[in-house]
């Protein structure tokens, strides 16, 4: 691997984060399906990113130094 992401960009760590959340979600008697899980992820996957566009955005706009070019 020669590229990076951030760690809210991998569906790896989301998928992992759901199954943990899941198994927990099981004991108050719920039932998650390998399918929902991934939909979620894949749901959680592109909120955090469209968050991250606009924590960018509004990090730009609020900085109080230019970039240089």
Not at 3 to 11: I, L, Q
Request: aromatic residues 8%; charged residues 15%.
């Amino acid at each position: 691997m020669d590229e990076s992401k951030d760690w809210y960009r991998s569906k790896t760590i989301w998928g992992a984060l759901l199954a943990v959340g899941a198994s927990l979600v099981q004991f108050t008697g719920v039932e998650v399906s390998p399918g929902d899980q991934m939909v979620i992820a894949d749901s959680a996957v592109s909120i955090a990113g469209a968050i991250g566009g606009l924590l960018a955005v509004y990090g730009r706009l609020t900085a109080k130094t230019a970039i240089n070019q």
